[in-house]
């Protein structure tokens, strides 16, 4: 396995169902080139003539991963088929049996009335379903032997001419600067038309080939599922991206049995993607929105989930839960939108600590503003669970008097607070909370981080 920005590289000797369960990526392509980056400081009928070289230089990789790619997807194409089969037999044993069944439960009703005709209805059952058995084997053979046809027409479309193509493209840095992705992908596609002789297809296209040209690499390859890994099937309506809402309840090290809260819950894709993978854990979800806790709940019927997971009405910075209640915490945290960066947030992960037990794990996604906000703590040297200070005069500050149980202020100098600055800054943010894993992710056209903090002591007074 290598892993770089935005791509994982691995060996693997997988079927496409085990490949499908791929979890936390977006696409899936089978790699016919990796490279060092192109030098873009060249002129550009240089840079050009060097892109065709990913095709002309190595014509036999290209074939080789062609002739993988069609063995999977043939291979797929089989175990669908005989997965039809065996659920067509089953129909079929099921049926033969209702008939018996429903014959017996006759014959014992006319036992009473006409005993002589048992022996009689009896052999006619025998007969039919000996002429039902032999029918299926015949039929079944008959499959058998069409599904063998299909498998030699499959072999036989190894001859690459039939192919039909289109090339995607994406530029970065300072490639992406000396050319467009629309120029690389006319150079891309007539070098393959002439070396291969395949015909483009911009529309319906039998291979996708993808072309990512950056400062780091050269990468060529070909999508393994016409559908991205990231679209679930089993959600109706997408929320947060479904790879993200995986990775978040990955992070968090979910055990059987668990209380895990999403008290931001939105269309529920976060529960879907956990329950979906950790099914033996109580789920809650929350949201003041009528229409998001709509949505999730059309979500989890589609998904056969409903039973799964439980949906609050409640505000996040009032949970009807008890202190220290709650094993995970998992949230995408609004960037903006409905919560302003100020007091909002710091209520959230006040009650988020609150409801949390010592020992717990929280996993977050923030926006860059949110994270860096809770990260740096020399911004406000006031940590979350003390009020907001401000200046009344030139040199005097104020801050909150632990002592005092009515929560008023007193006037302290500066001096005092240059002694306690050190202490202060040292302070998480989250006060019991403590970081320990945090990761930048993208969503397109934003980045975000993934955060993850355990609640090291209570929170309580």
């Not at 709940?297 to 056969?304: E, I, P, R, T």
């Amino acid at each position: 396995v290598e892993y770089i920005s935005g791509k994982v590289f691995f060996t693997t000797c997988s079927d496409l169902n085990m490949l499908k369960k791929l979890k936390s990526a977006e696409r899936l392509f089978l790699l016919i080139k990796k490279q060092f980056p192109l030098i873009s400081s060249v002129s550009k009928g240089k840079l050009l003539n060097e892109m065709q070289r990913l095709i002309n230089e190595d014509p036999g990789n290209w074939l080789n991963a062609i002739s993988i790619w069609k063995n999977l997807l043939e291979l797929d194409a089989k175990k669908e088929k005989l997965s039809q089969r065996d659920d067509n037999q089953l129909k079929r044993k099921v049926g033969e049996n209702e008939i018996i069944i429903a014959k017996k439960l006759k014959i014992e009703q006319m036992q009473k009335i006409e005993e002589n005709r048992d022996c009689q209805l009896e052999k006619q059952i025998e007969e039919e379903t000996l002429e039902q058995r032999d029918f299926t084997t015949k039929s079944e053979n008959f499959q058998e032997e069409e599904f063998r046809n299909d498998i030699e027409k499959a072999i036989d479309t190894h001859n690459q001419k039939d192919l039909t193509f289109r090339v995607s493209c994406r530029c970065s840095g300072t490639i992406g600067k000396a050319l467009t992705a629309q120029e690389v992908g006319r150079v891309i596609g007539i070098a393959v038309m002439k070396h291969f002789g395949w015909k483009a297809d911009l529309r319906n296209p039998k291979l996708e080939i993808f072309i990512h040209l950056n400062d780091v690499y050269s990468v060529v390859g070909i999508p393994v599922f016409r559908v991205p890994l990231a679209s679930r099937a089993y959600i109706k309506t997408a929320g947060l991206r479904s790879t993200i809402a995986w990775a978040m309840a990955s992070l968090a090290d979910i055990k059987a049995g668990a209380f895990v809260l999403d008290p931001m819950c939105g269309l529920g894709t976060i529960l879907l993607e956990a329950a979906k993978e950790w099914p033996d854990v109580y789920y809650v979800g929350a949201d003041v929105s009528d229409s998001q806790l709509l949505g999730t709940w059309d979500n989890l019927k589609a998904a056969g989930l409903e039973d799964k997971i439980e949906l609050l009405k409640v505000s996040v910075i009032e949970l009807p839960l008890p202190s220290e209640s709650v094993d995970i915490i998992i949230s995408d945290i609004p960037f903006g939108k409905k919560f302003k960066l100020g007091k909002d947030i710091k209520s959230i992960l006040q009650e988020m600590e609150r409801v949390l037990h010592v020992g717990g794990t929280i996993v977050l996604l923030l926006s860059e503003d949110h994270h860096r906000r809770l990260t740096d703590c020399k911004e406000s040297s006031i940590p979350f669970n003390s009020k907001d200070s401000h200046t009344d005069e030139p040199g005097i500050k104020k801050c909150l008097n632990p002592e005092e149980k009515t929560g008023a202020s007193k006037i302290v100098s500066t001096s005092f607070e240059a002694r306690n600055h050190e202490f202060l800054d040292r302070m998480s943010p989250f006060g019991s909370l403590v970081p320990v894993e945090c990761y930048k992710v993208s969503l397109g056209k934003t980045d975000a981080f993934i955060c993850k903090y355990e609640k090291s002591h209570s929170s309580g007074l």
